[in-house]
């Protein structure tokens, strides 16, 4: 996606050889129209899959998870971190451990929002290791649901995570590959297009 590309480009911010800063537009500000065509590209990647739910994790997956929903005419559902007082008993859950934060945190989905009749598209923000999305996986798995497949906006592809969910047969689509972060600049896996 050349205009995701260019934004980068533009106001990415290499912060280290394994992570890039993009929270003027994604990540802590974000950028509407931005997301308004990030949700465009992923229902159009994803249309006939018959998706009838989107789910992410909170916070920063939101965004484009939101617009991808309203352009797929589907609910959007997003797991949560932390244990809400409304969220007790009857709630899937799984364990994500964040190799950049290096702590264990849980991720929950009410039950009543996901059944065995649903086509699931995970979207995110980022994939690294993939630990968010093997943990989505888990809990579609327990609610016996079909995972169609993932959505990412920014793939580490010098990372594990998209190779992992690649090698278990689960599409993967993500907007744009950053193959590299070495000195300071970010290169993109150009993709080779049928
Ligand atoms: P993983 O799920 O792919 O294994 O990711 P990892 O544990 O490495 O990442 C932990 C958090 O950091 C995730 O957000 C993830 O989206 C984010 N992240 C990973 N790599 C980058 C990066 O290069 N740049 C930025 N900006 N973020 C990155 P989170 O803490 O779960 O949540 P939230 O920010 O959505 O609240
Ligand atoms: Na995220
Ligand atoms: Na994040």
């Known amino acids: 996606m050349e205009s995701l590309k260019k934004k980068i480009q533009v106001e990415g911010i290499v912060l280290s050889s394994e992570v890039l800063k993009v929270d003027s537009f994604l990540n802590h500000q974000m950028d509407p129209s931005l997301m308004k065509q990030i949700g465009e590209e992923f229902a159009k990647r994803f249309r006939g ?3 009838t739910k989107i789910v992410t ?3 920063s997956g939101i965004g484009p ?3 991808t929903a309203y352009e797929m005419n589907v609910p959007l559902i997003f797991a949560r971190k932390r244990k809400s007082l409304t969220l007790k008993n009857d709630v899937y859950t799984a364990k994500v451990f964040s190799f950049t934060k290096q702590e264990e945190t849980e991720i929950s ?3 009543k929002f996901i059944s065995e009749h649903d086509r ?3 979207i995110d923000d980022f994939l690294a290791n993939g630990q968010a999305a093997l943990g989505l996986i888990e809990i579609i798995r ?3 649901a079909h995972l169609v497949g993932v959505g990412i906006v ?3 592809a010098f990372q594990a995570g998209g190779e992992q969910l690649r090698r278990r047969g689960i599409r993967v689509e993500s907007l744009v590959r950053v193959q590299s972060l070495k000195d300071g600049k970010v290169t ?3 993709e080779v297009t049928a």
């Open 49 to 51: 899959e018959n998706v």
């Open 57 to 59: 994790v909170e916070s």
């Open 65 to 67: 998870a939101l617009m």
């Open 109 to 111: 989905i009410s039950q």
């Open 120 to 122: 699931i598209l995970m």
């Open 142 to 144: 327990q609610a016996r």
């Open 154 to 156: 920014i793939e580490k």
């Open 188 to 190: 993109f896996l150009e």
